[in-house]
C-alpha cells in the first residue's frame, strides 16, 4: 500500500467518522428517516467525498441493507432501536462504519455489540486468524444474554469494492483467514435478541452492478448509463427518480447486470444493534480509520 492510498483510505475513514457522529445525532423520536438519510448523504457530497453505497438505517429486527425508499413516510418512534451503517470513499478507498441509536431502553444490547467491536480490534495483528476476532466477538455478545448473528459477517474492503476476502465472522472459528500487514477489512459484530441468523425480506432498496449485457429494455439501458460512474459500487433505488425503475430493474437483476441487497431481517419483535469500524493491518496492530 502506498502513502497515496493510505493516505485515502484514513482521510475517508475521518471524513465517516464525523459524519456518523452527525447523522446520530439526528436520529430522534418522530424524525423523518428519509429526511435523515438525505441529509446525511449530502454531508459526504459536501466533504468532496463519495458514498461507498447508500446510507442504511435499519430498524428494530432489521440488521442490514434498509434504506430510505422514494417519498418514504416513516419515522423513527419511541423505542426503536436503529442502525446507522456509512460508507465512504476517496477514490475508490472505502470506510466502512456503524453505530446503532437507541430510542428505548436497550443500553446492554447497544453495549454488547460495541464490546464485542472493540474487544476484536484488540487482537488485530499480523498472524492473528480472522477465527479469533469471532470467538472474542461471540463471547462479548454472549456474556451479555444476546446472541452475534451468525450469518452475517466482517469483509474486506478494496478499490471500489466493499466486499472481498478476509472474512471476519461474528462467532468463533477454529483458524480462518491468517492476517497480514497491510489487509483492510471492517469487523461488524451484531447482537440480537432473536434468533441469531438473518432472512432476506421482500423489500429491495439497493442494487449494484455486476455485468454488462447488452440490455434491450429502453429504461433498463437508461439505468445502466445512470449508474455508470459507480463502478460497481451499490446505489439505491431512490437515486434513479425514474417512473419506469421498478420495472426495470428486476429486469436487470434477471439478467444478471445487477445484483440486489433484500433488507436482511432476524424474527419479528426482535432488536438488533451493530457497530462497526474499518481497521488497516500494521506491523504491530492496527490502525482503526473510522475511530474519533
Not at 488485530?124 to 454472549?142: D, K, N, S
Not at 462467532?171 to 500487514?181: A, S, T, Y
Not at 434491450?216 to 459507480?230: L, N, S
Request: proline share 4%; net charge negative; with cysteine.
Amino acid at each position: 500500500m502506498d502513502d497515496s492510498v493510505l493516505d485515502n483510505y484514513i482521510s475517508a475513514g475521518r471524513i465517516a467518522a464525523a459524519i456518523l457522529a452527525e447523522g446520530a445525532k439526528m436520529i430522534r423520536t418522530d424524525a423523518s428517516l428519509l429526511e435523515t438519510v438525505d441529509a446525511v448523504e449530502a454531508m459526504v457530497a459536501e466533504q468532496g467525498a463519495g458514498l461507498a453505497f447508500p446510507l442504511n438505517l435499519s430498524i428494530n429486527e432489521d440488521a442490514a441493507h434498509d434504506t430510505a425508499s422514494l417519498g418514504d413516510s416513516r419515522v423513527f418512534e419511541r423505542g426503536d432501536v436503529i442502525k446507522l451503517d456509512l460508507g465512504v470513499h476517496l477514490d475508490g478507498y472505502i470506510a466502512d462504519t456503524a453505530t446503532t441509536v437507541d430510542l428505548g431502553a436497550n443500553a446492554l444490547l447497544i453495549e454488547a455489540s460495541e464490546q464485542a467491536l472493540l474487544h476484536a480490534i484488540d487482537i488485530v495483528r499480523p498472524g492473528a486468524t480472522a477465527g479469533e476476532l469471532g470467538t472474542a466477538i461471540q463471547y462479548e455478545i454472549e456474556r451479555r444474554g444476546f446472541k452475534p448473528v451468525s450469518n452475517l459477517t466482517g469483509h474486506g474492503l478494496g478499490g471500489y469494492t466493499i466486499h472481498c476476502p478476509p472474512t471476519i465472522p461474528n462467532i468463533g472459528l477454529n483458524g480462518g483467514p491468517v492476517l497480514e500487514e497491510g489487509m483492510v477489512f471492517a469487523i461488524e459484530p451484531f447482537a440480537t435478541t432473536g434468533t441469531g441468523r438473518v432472512s432476506e425480506k421482500v423489500k429491495k432498496e439497493i442494487y449494484s452492478q455486476i455485468s454488462n449485457k447488452p440490455v434491450r429494455m429502453p429504461a433498463g439501458r437508461k439505468i445502466m448509463e445512470q449508474i455508470r460512474d459507480r463502478r460497481g459500487l451499490p446505489f439505491a433505488r431512490r437515486w434513479l427518480h425514474d417512473k419506469k425503475a421498478d420495472l426495470a430493474l428486476p429486469v436487470l437483476v434477471r439478467s444478471g447486470n445487477l445484483h440486489v441487497y433484500p433488507v436482511l431481517s432476524d424474527t419479528a419483535g426482535s432488536l438488533v444493534s451493530q457497530h462497526e469500524h474499518t481497521v488497516i493491518v500494521t506491523a504491530d496492530g492496527c490502525i482503526v480509520t473510522t475511530r474519533r
